[in-house]
């Protein structure tokens, strides 16, 4: 009849919105409209507050009112219970959008004296109902009638009547009972209600309890089977139905920045891949904060959000740690742009801190996430719960598009390619930071060893921590193996030396050359002078032979002229002359 | 000791009794005698059922036997008054609260089981 409200409509049965976070995704759109629900759990699993946030936000979202029957709060104690929540029962009760109505049933005041019905529930819910027109109907905890009226086959044939006249009233209702020994309800209330069970946990493994919603059974429609984990916060309920996401989210190919330019040089040039999964893993003192801590400072360089869990150190303590290595946070802190979420593992169970992250991460829409460092998150419960917890957290951010950098400490430092957590297969890219052993110094290094759908170096770089953040240099792979810190220092010094030295023989070679040029030149200058002094001797000398010839000449030919005897040929030459 | 019989037969007869009585806010039996307790006794029923007739037949019959003069019956049906229900904490039908003399005291059922009502009513001890 409300098909908008219905999510899926393949199953034909009619749902009916509960309003609270999560339960809708597993009930796939709802509980089952115009039938009781059984909201079955242990002593504080959550069913009080179950069906009253239903009713809630029944009336505050769905504009549908409700009616709260309570067994075992009266109205004032209730209103004042979830008054923590947000809840404003009395306002709503001041606006008939809900009616509470208490029953009081106290064997002791009570004598039974034959025959008698629960006519009287029956009215004050008939009246309740009527006089705020109420959708939707919570009984909390019926079985408190066991406890006050003795006469059970009464009981029994009453509330299947109740049950009945609950669906031809046409109400959504929720029923809650107390578990009981191995069967779901104390008083078998299952027999009764067979459209929609709900089963509410709260359970402590090692000492960390874990609230854990199930749905037993839902009649005429596919559900959510597993168990999942939810919380009670100051803004009610939430479910997580985290693994019923599927492996379908998109990739991005945006490339952000690590915030270390070298470790971007590394990545094929560019970085990480936006909505990538990114696991830095160390020993102690390795530097995964440090690497985390440049990958927010980028992000927040860039305007985005980010979300820094921290379950180890206070954020004040990150802030102050960060800030001796030259990152100062602090700004982005108080622009709002980097969110803090500090917390100690054993605060809550696992299934909590996945809650946590998922509502922070909903609320504050980072575009990263750190959580350093998640193995930490292990004495929250035990290894396999980690994973699986890592893994739909893993999913849900890359289903939202968000870059996580997880760090991770490993205790083995020669198993290191193993993550104590065995997530390892979850990340897109997996920085390795190691301490390299040599001379008798602990340096870091820091390698790549995977990243996906990109290029990235296979060499191991150097990783220090200076006062101006983190630097990656190349180390020396020499005979004595990799060279890190002073052995690499002495080394480069050794190198600039023979540079040095080099240089200068160069220079020296160049300079002998030069001088032998100069040299040379300096000869051929003077054999060439030589040589003009020389040829200008014999140019005199040729001159002044010419010049006797001459005179030779003439004085033969005067002296031919004064003979007079000579031939025809002869004075014609000297004539000539 | 009345039987189921005798409060079947019984109902019968005091039907008209419980219709006069039930428009009414109260059917009183006055004559209080000066220095006892005034029994303030009230029963609630849902409509004529033969449980609510029998009730109101056993609960007549037992003031007449135990406190002649001195008891006051009210009957309230919660379909005409639904709000009654909820203020003064009814869930079975017919419950009977004795509203004097304190304590409050609460008994459900026909009332057939005279035993448990006279304990229930705090008369046992009184005889």
Redesign the interface.
Known sequence: MKAKNNKTPRTGLAKCRTGIRGLDEITEGGLPRGRPTLVCGNAGSGKTLLALEFLVRGALEQDEPGVFMAFEETPQELAQNVATLGFDVKGLIARNKLAV?Y???ERA?????????????F??L???IDSVGAKRVALDTLEA?FG??SNTLVLRSELRRLFRWLKDKGVTAIITAERGDGTLTRRGLEEYVSDCVILLDHRVNDQIATRRLRIVKYRGSTHGTNEYPFLIDEQGFSVLPITSLELKHSASTVRISSGIPQLDEMLGGKGYYRGSSVLASGTAGSGKTSVAAHFVDAACRRGERCLFFTFEESPNQVLRNMRSIGIDLQPWVDNGLLQFHAARPTLHGLENHLAVVHKLVNEFEPRAVVLDPINNLASAGTLSELKAMLMRLVDYMKASQVTALFTSLTQDQDNLEQTDVGISSLMDTWLLLRNLESSGERNRGLYVLKSRGMPHSNQIREFTLTDHGVELRDVYLGSAGVLTGSARAAQEMRERAEAVAQQQETERKRYGLERKRHALEAKIAMLRAEFEAEAEEMNEVIAQDELRQRRQLNGRADMARSRGTISGIKPRKGGRK | MNTTKRTKAAAKRTRAAAKSAKPRPSSRKPQAEPGSEVWNLRL?V?GQ?P?SL??FDNLKKLCQERLEGRYRIEVVD??VN??L??DD???????LVRKLPPP???????????E??L??LQLRSRD
Do not use: F
Not at chain 1, 109 to 121: F, K
């Open positions: 109505d029953v009081h049933i005041e009570i004598e039974e004296t034959g025959e008698y019905d629960l006519e009287g529930l009215i004050r008939a009246s309740a009638l006050g009226l | 609630y849902a059922t449980k029998a009730a919660l379909l639904p709000k229900a909820r904490q009814i869930v079975a039908i017919p419950t409050i005291r609460k008994i459900i059922g026909d009332l057939s089981n005279t448990r009502v304990v229930g």
